[in-house]
C-alpha cells in the first residue's frame, strides 16, 4: 500500500476539494462520459455518490508517472496551511479528459486534471507537518507543494505510526 501527498492549498483546489470531495459526484452525472470499460467498473461502486479527485499530466507526465503507481486501497492524504487534513482511500483511478472537463473545466493552456481517482472513503485527519517531516527524516522547513507517490518504505512508515 502507497501513501499519495496531495497538496491542496490554493483556492482553485480549496474549491474543488468541497465540490469533489466533500459533496461528492452523483455517479449518474458522471456515466455518459465514461467509456465502456469504465463504466462496468463504475457498475460496481456500492454508492450513488462517489468522491474524486485528479492531477494534470504535467509537463512531461511528471504528474502522470507518478500517478500510474496509484493502486486501488492506497491512501490519499490532503495537505494545506502545514497539515495533512483529510485522508482517502482510492477505489479506482481513471485517465478521463472528457470527465476531468466537465467536473473542473480546463486551465487557461487548457489542461485538466484528467488523471483521476475515486474514493471509497475519506475522513479527516490531522498531521502537523513538522510530526511528517520528523518522521520521514525531511528537512524541518519542507512543505508539500506537488503531487507525489510515496515509496513502500515511506509508506509503511506513515501507515503504522499515524495508523491510516
Known amino acids: ?3 499519495i ?3 491542496c492549498g490554493n483556492s482553485v483546489a480549496q474549491k474543488n476539494f468541497v465540490d469533489t470531495i466533500e459533496k461528492k459526484i452523483p455517479v449518474n452525472d458522471i456515466y455518459n462520459y ?3 470499460v469504465e463504466q462496468e467498473v463504475v457498475n460496481t461502486f456500492p454508492f450513488q ?3 474524486v479527485w485528479g492531477v494534470t499530466a504535467g509537463k512531461n507526465n511528471v ?3 507518478d500517478w500510474e503507481k496509484i ?4 491512501i490519499a492524504l490532503f495537505y494545506k496551511e502545514n497539515k495533512f487534513y483529510s485522508q482517502g482511500s482510492i477505489l479506482c483511478k481513471f485517465q478521463n479528459k472528457p470527465l ?3 467536473i473542473w473545466g480546463a486551465k487557461d493552456d487548457g489542461e485538466t486534471w484528467e488523471c483521476m481517482y475515486f474514493f471509497k472513503e475519506i475522513k479527516e485527519i490531522s498531521i502537523g507537518i513538522k510530526e511528517f517531516n520528523k518522521l520521514l527524516s525531511y528537512g524541518e522547513e519542507n512543505k508539500i507543494f506537488k503531487f507525489r507517490v ?3 518504505n515511506k509508506s509503511d512508515l506513515l501507515i503504522n505510526h499515524f495508523k491510516l
Not at 493502486?71 to 492506497?74: A, E, I, L, T
Open 1 to 3: 500500500m502507497k501513501v
Open 5 to 7: 501527498l496531495q497538496p
Open 34 to 36: 465514461l467509456s465502456e
Open 49 to 51: 455518490e462517489i468522491a
Open 63 to 65: 504528474n502522470k508517472v
Open 71 to 74: 493502486n486501488p486501497s492506497d
Open 100 to 102: 476531468a472537463e466537465k
Open 150 to 152: 510515496l515509496d513502500e
